[in-house]
């Protein structure tokens, strides 16, 4: 199984970026999958997920209304749009498998089935 992040960059403040997870060894139905970050000197944290069969969307409160979780069947990829984005959310972005998605938004995220690599995204003027 593997998973392959991707689009991270430098962007404005108030700017729009999208990263890409492509999923491959297991289909999107089999887990959810989420995205997580973790900053310089804070611990990781869960950021939005999708549900496997259901599709539901979950996102932390500090991105409700700014990112947009999505898949595609096609492609076995899950997005995140980022938009409106602070500097506060500079961080390593990472995708990942999980049986559910509560387990992308607990502490340390021992639940995580499965990684990929982190993806930087800059969020500076």
């Known amino acids: 199984v593997q998973l392959q992040a991707s689009g991270g960059g430098l962007v404005q403040p108030g700017g729009s970026l999208a990263l890409s997870c492509v999923v491959s060894?297991?289909?999107?139905?089999?887990?959810?999958i989420a995205w997580l970050r973790q900053a310089p000197g804070k611990s990781r944290e869960g950021v939005s997920c999708?549900?496997?069969?259901?599709?539901?969307?979950y996102y932390a409160d500090s991105v409700k209304g700014r990112f947009t979780i999505s898949r595609d069947y096609a492609k076995n990829a899950v997005y995140l749009q980022m938009s409106s984005l602070k500097p506060g959310d500079t961080a390593v972005y990472y995708c990942a498998a999980v049986p559910f998605c509560g387990k992308a938004f607990v502490r340390d995220q021992p639940g995580v089935a499965y990684w990929g690599q982190g993806t930087l995204v800059t969020v500076s003027s």
């Open positions: 060894g297991v289909a999107l139905d089999d887990y959810a």
């Open positions: 999708i549900s496997g069969t259901e599709g539901t969307t």
